[in-house]
Structures are given as C-alpha cells and as structure tokens.
C-alpha cells in the first residue's frame, strides 16, 4: 500500500469537484509530516487532537528548576570570574569591530541553540507546538539579555547593543523557522578546533567561547528540499551545502582576516531514529558541523580535505 501526500485547492460549490487542482506536499513537508506521524506512533498515540493536549506540569516544574538552577550556577560562575569589582553605573559600550563580528555571529547561533534546549523541555512538558516555539525563543532571549545586562555594570565590559541585537535575531530566526517552514532548510551550526594560541597556553582568557579563531559558524542548507524536484531525487538526503565564517590574525583592536568557506556537510535528521527523544537528539547533533571535505573561499582560496 503507498501513501501521497497532497494538498488540495479550496473550493466552494460542489460543480467545481471536478475542477480541484490536486497539488504535491514539497519534499520537505512530506518529510515533516512522516517524522510527526513516526513521533505519534513511537509513543502510542493512535489518536491526536491538538486542542486537548494535556500539559504536564510536574515536567514543567521539574524542567524550570533545572533552568534557574543552571542560571544561578552561571551568573555566580560569571560573578566571581568578571564582576567582582562592580561598577556602579551601567554603561554601554559599542564593540561592533570587535572579533570581526565573530563574537556577534557567536551570540546569533547561542541564542538559536538555547531556544532549541527550552523547546526539548516545553516539548516534554507537552506544551503545544506554537506555543512552545514562542516561549522557547523567549525563554533564550532573556537568558542572553540578562546576561547582556549584567555585562552592563561590569568595570571591564557594558551592555553591547550589537550583542543583543544578535540575541534577537538568533531567538527570532528560531520562532521564524516555526512560522515559515522553508526556513527548517537552514540550519546554524559550529564547528571549533582550538587556534595555535589557545593550544600553547597564550589565550588571554583561556576560555573555549573566547577562542574566536578556533570557531567557525555556519549555515547548513538542505539542498534536496530546494531543488526541484527532477534534479532532487538524485540528490542524497543526508548531504548537505554549508556556508562558513571565521576569523584569524585578531589583534584584539578589530583587525585580522575574515575567512569564508563551504563545505559538504551532514543532515542528521536522515538518521533513522523515530520517536519525541530521538528526533530532540537528531536535532542536536544538526548543529554541529562535522569534519568534511571543503574550500575556503576568502581571504586566499584553498582546498581542504577536511574542513573543522
């Protein structure tokens, strides 16, 4: 037995039946709805009503006490690490040279990962999925900006308003991606490998984060779901075309060299594993870049086996 999938045109009279315009889903929402209907059967759902979906609050609980504990951790982690001596007014400071805007593409692909760890908890809780899409994109908005803020009475930062900027549009992307789903074919993802620096001992901070020539952001793109579809179905479902940014040479006063790269790359959510756990876990992985074969575009163009 075979299924299709179609979306069909509304009409409006009954003489107009045999006039319907019977129209394919895209491959990306034949995709879409296969994982949700593989989800529901996993867990033994052979009915599903969106309006009375339960929502369970000791999860929710349990999942918001984990969240302020985390934070409590982390704020006095950054406290004792930075805030010590606190200033006494807020200050802000415009640092849009700083990094090469690496730092800035860094606070973008944060806030997109941490809006996608809250919606792993609303979704557990069995919070709709709008509204878990909306609170997950708010939940990580107000994580980074209370962070933002505190940087804000800190004696060697300020509040930076192109670090929040970022914050937002890495949370709006997210909430984005929910609401236009031809935006699922972009995925953000990292890949790090320490600099030279950072693997002697002379990173001044000595902190992962912080090692921006070691980082390399990118934007996965799920070619298979763009094509169409007479040049799609010759094209793996599980590769995929990803555009980098990194830097190096940072002198720390806004000079180096900005690299740009594109490289294969791996779409995880290919891997055969069904089920709410397993599909959170597919997802996870997709925001990681893995080694693959590449080539850096700028400043001088190379060709690598692997890129990192």
């Known amino acids: ?6 979306r069909a045109q509304h009409f409006t009279d009954s003489s107009d039946f045999n006039n319907i315009n019977i129209k394919p889903l895209s491959l990306y929402e034949t995709q879409y709805l296969m994982s949700n209907i593989s989800s529901m059967t996993a ?9 009375e979906s339960k929502i369970n609050y000791n999860r929710l609980l349990l999942f918001g006490g984990v969240a302020l504990g985390v934070g409590t951790v982390v704020h006095i982690y950054q406290s004792n690490a930075w805030w010590q001596e606190q200033s006494s007014k807020f200050r802000i400071v415009n640092d849009w040279n700083y990094a090469l805007w690496i730092d800035k593409v ?4 944060g806030t997109h990962l941490l809006a996608h760890a809250f919606s792993g908890a609303y979704d557990a809780a ?3 999925a709008e509204e878990s899409a909306v609170l997950s994109a708010v939940s ?3 994580f980074e900006l209370f962070i933002e803020i505190e940087d804000g009475f800190g004696p060697d930062w300020g509040f930076s308003p192109g670090d929040a900027l970022f914050d937002v549009l890495g949370s709006g992307f997210y909430v984005s991606q929910y609401y236009y789903p031809f935006l699922k074919n972009i995925q953000p993802k990292i890949s790090y490998y320490p600099s030279e620096e950072f693997r002697e001992g002379r990173h001044k901070s000595g902190i992962i984060i912080d090692d921006y020539e070691g980082q390399i952001y990118w934007m996965g793109i799920r070619v298979k779901n763009i094509l169409p579809y007479q040049m799609a179905k010759y094209w793996p479902s599980y590769l995929m075309i990803s555009v980098g940014m990194g830097v190096s040479d940072l002198d720390g006063k806004g000079n180096g060299i900005r690299e740009f790269y594109v490289s294969l790359d791996l779409d995880t959510e290919q891997i055969p594993l069904y089920g709410g756990f397993w599909q959170f876990v597919k997802n996870t992985l997709n925001y990681i870049h ?3 074969p590449g080539i850096r575009i ?3 163009t190379a060709f690598f086996a692997v890129v990192f």
């Open 140 to 142: 990580a908005l107000a």
């Open 43 to 51: 867990k033994g759902l052979t009915t599903y009503n969106p309006l």
């Open 298 to 300: 700028t400043p001088k």
């Open 126 to 128: 069995q919070i709709q």
């Open 290 to 292: 893995f080694p693959m």
């Open 1 to 6: 037995m075979s299924a299709c999938f179609t």
């Open 106 to 109: 860094g606070h973008f692909f």
